[in-house]
């Protein structure tokens, strides 16, 4: 099961032939997302401008269908219909198989209230902190490896004894000094680093609903 899921990762390699330096950093974050996962824990991610765009696009691809069908399990499908059995039916139809994740970048109301009345810099942190449970996962991207932001969350998630994951850049940083597992794609710039960042969490995605959905 495992070689046909890291077929995944020599696929990205194929593709992207700069990656293939990440190729084992890509395994080592699956490996931890797949223990969390397993463990009935969470993904929580967060990151700043075009990381915070990719915090959200992983979420999405996460918590439903990517790139195969996650229909519902028929024995909980039949707890729904025992609920409500029209409405029951609709749900059991159309939900979705989910790996539970959150994007720090997407509590507008909590974020914005908290960056006025406390320290702008932990607004990740604060919800590290609320959200966070030893077996989940962190997942900080940064281009640079060096966003506050990003490094108050770390070292909130490993003070509560999450697993950290980093997505950075090719240079040295901060963040990495932080995380179990550091994903460096091969590039300085911070346009050419978010290019190569999205097939890496592609990837990881594709690998992990192989795991856990595929028939």
Do not use: W
């Amino acid at each position: 099961m495992e070689k046909d899921i890291y077929i995944h990762v020599d696929k990205l390699v194929r593709n992207y032939s700069k990656l293939s330096v990440c190729r084992d950093e890509i395994i080592k974050a699956y490996e931890l997302l797949k223990e969390c996962y397993s463990s009935g824990n969470k993904l929580i991610v967060c990151g700043n401008g075009g990381s915070a765009a990719d915090s959200e696009h992983i979420v999405g691809e996460l918590m439903k269908s990517f790139m195969l069908s996650r229909r519902m399990p028929e024995d909980r499908a039949s707890h729904y219909k025992s609920v409500d059995s029209e409405m029951g039916s609709v749900l059991a139809e159309h939900l979705q198989g989910a790996l539970p994740a959150i994007a720090l970048t997407a509590q507008t109301a909590l974020s914005t209230a908290y960056m006025n009345d406390c320290v702008p810099a932990l607004v990740f942190a604060q919800q590290v902190y609320g959200y966070g449970q030893v077996g989940d996962c962190f997942l900080g991207i940064s281009t640079s490896g060096n966003s506050q932001n990003v490094l108050y969350a770390a070292v909130a998630a490993k003070a509560q004894e999450l697993s950290l994951i980093g997505l950075t850049g090719s240079k040295q940083n901060k963040l990495e000094l932080l995380c179990d597992v550091c994903i460096h794609v091969p590039e300085t710039e911070t346009y050419k680093i978010q290019e190569l960042h999205l097939p890496v969490y592609h990837c990881l995605c594709m690998m992990l609903e192989d795991f856990f959905f595929k028939a």
